[in-house]
């Protein structure tokens, strides 16, 4: 079918300079919104691709059900439009008139996740397959060459972190499982038109092969004092593919399989004061994946090329905790994105530029990605706030005016006499109600000589202080005159105290109850 024999002509290069893409296992889209500066910070699930010390910062875990990350340049859909339009031509004239996307570089990635499981401290991932596909077009008219890469990866991803000393450092590790499939061929243009052994699957392109890795990582907070808006500081290294494997544990087919690439990456995170609906700011600087040894082979990801290509600046500012805008510099490229959090649904964009050269702005190549979870996640985590501030929920508590308190004992100051005639009830009301106070009259000095009455119930209550409980008259029938005192096995009504007789008067402390009934006249 001529359709598929010049496929591989929409996806181009230019000639004069062969792609030099950092191929990575995976990557977070929501990094790349914010210029792939990640490796300081890592608080989520691609902490697993990034630095693993990451996990004991992640407040917000997630289960997923379903993971889709796509990748892709603007100029794949005007070339199929393109190729479309020209199917009943010949490929003479459909050569000629792709030639308008040579040197403009395509790219196209396709990535699905599985079963994915992340929270505080403990991520797995199951990843079934993330794709890498790039294409350069050599050459002019017949003597066209089609260059090909794909690269595909899968496996089981574990990640552990742990923090010490209050949270201040973070340590973390990743062990993975992996399956790469991969190469890279060229092909002309008459293998192309005569579909001869023309085939984009990377299987057929290289090899396949199983290998197992490890990264390790750490994230130190640094203990500097809060100045301004900056409420804190950290910094993070990570150590990634350990082994540098080359896929050589188990051959699943013939051929060289692309091996991965020992990197070493170095990041600082600030965090800034938040204002109105703007949780925090995150403001994170890479200088990120500088090569270790594993592999050399540029064409297959080798960190190689200027100091600029890994260096990476982005900044995050959730706002309200599920709307979260990104932007950075990727390589020298700017970067924008958002991310959508509404728990069960999770959302990602992310438009960015990838340096195919050596170099820096020579050969960028703009792309657009998206992800796309289906789960559940838990809700997003508290924003940070400065040492000396207050909730916002208990300032708004603290804030609600409280009502004005009026007793109908205390008369107002500025109270004037209402209107009546004389004799008339006062008018009951309440405070605030707009009717009138009772005013209270004080109430009558007694003479401490006179006896206080008898209660109906027979008991005495005492106040202030130690005292004589004066001994009441009997009404009925008459008494002899005399003091009573208390009889023998008397006690007090309030603690039990048994009460000594023969004494014209009791001494009592205050609140001492005493009952009347139990007293008896001395002889």
């Excluded at 407040?59 to 070339?79: E, H, K, T, W, Y």
């Excluded at 990197?263 to 600087?285: C, K, P, T, Y």
């Excluded at 985590?381 to 109908?408: F, G, R, Y």
């Excluded at 004066?470 to 005399?482: C, S």
């Amino acid at each position: 079918m001529r359709l598929a024999r010049i496929l591989a002509l929409l996806l181009v290069a230019t000639p004069a300079l062969a792609v030099k893409e950092y191929y990575a296992t995976s990557r977070s889209i929501r990094a790349l919104g914010m210029g792939g500066a990640f490796y300081g910070r890592s608080d989520d699930d691609y902490a697993l691709f990034y630095n693993p010390a990451g996990l004991a910062l992640n407040r917000q875990g997630r289960f997923n059900l379903l993971d889709i990350r796509l990748q892709m340049a603007p100029s794949v859909l005007d070339a199929v439009k393109d190729l479309t339009d020209s199917a009943n031509t010949k490929v003479d004239q459909i050569v000629s008139k792709l030639t308008k996307y040579q040197g403009v570089p395509l790219y196209g990635g396709v990535g699905v996740g599985l079963l994915s499981y992340s929270r505080e401290n403990f991520a797995l991932g199951i990843m079934p397959a993330d794709l890498k596909m790039n294409f350069a077009l050599l050459g002019r008219d017949f003597d066209t060459q089609v260059d090909l890469t794909v690269i595909s990866d899968s496996g089981v991803f574990l990640g552990y972190g742990r923090s010490f000393m209050d949270d201040a450092l973070a340590v973390g590790i990743t062990v993975k499982g992996m399956v790469r499939a991969g190469g890279k061929k060229t092909y002309t243009l008459l293998e192309i038109a005569q579909s001869q052994n023309f085939d984009i699957d990377p299987q057929k392109l290289g090899g396949v092969g199983v290998g197992a890795d490890a990264d390790i990582g750490a994230i130190y907070r640094l203990p500097l004092p809060q100045v301004g808006p900056l409420l804190r500081t950290s910094v993070g290294v990570s150590l990634n593919n350990l082994l540098a494997t080359k896929f050589d544990l188990t051959s699943i087919t013939g051929g060289a399989v692309p091996g991965l690439v020992r990197m070493f990456s170095l990041g600082g995170h600030a965090v800034l004061q938040g204002w109105e609906w703007v949780d925090n700011v995150h403001v994170m600087l890479d200088f990120a994946e500088f090569s270790l040894g594993g592999q050399t082979d540029p064409d297959f990801g080798a960190r190689t090329g200027s100091f600029f290509k890994h260096v990476n600046l982005g900044v995050e500012a959730p706002i309200l905790g599920f709307f979260v805008p990104r932007v950075g510099i990727h390589q020298g490229h700017m970067t924008a994105g958002f991310g959508l959090d509404l728990r069960v649904f999770k959302f990602d964009f992310a438009t960015y530029a990838e340096e195919l050269s050596s170099g820096i702005n020579r050969l960028p190549s703009r792309r657009y990605a998206l992800r796309i979870q289906i789960g559940w996640g838990a809700a997003p985590p508290a924003p940070i706030l400065p040492k000396d501030a207050v909730p916002s929920d208990k300032k708004k508590k603290d804030e609600t005016p409280k009502e004005t308190e009026q007793t109908i004992d205390e008369k107002p100051q500025d109270a004037k006499p209402t209107d009546g005639k004389p004799g008339d009830k006062p008018a009951e009301g309440k405070p605030g109600d707009g009717k009138a106070v009772e005013e209270k009259k004080p109430a009558p000095v007694e003479d401490p000589t006179k006896p206080k009455p008898v209660p109906a119930d027979g008991v005495i209550q005492l106040e202030d202080g130690p005292k004589t409980a004066p001994v009441p008259e009997p009404t009925a029938p008459p008494a002899p005159q005399g003091k009573f005192n208390a009889p023998s096995g008397a006690r007090n009504a309030r603690n039990g105290m048994r009460l000594r007789s023969g004494r014209p008067a009791i001494e009592a402390k205050p609140g001492d109850r005493f009952n009347v009934d139990a007293l008896r006249e001395s002889p």
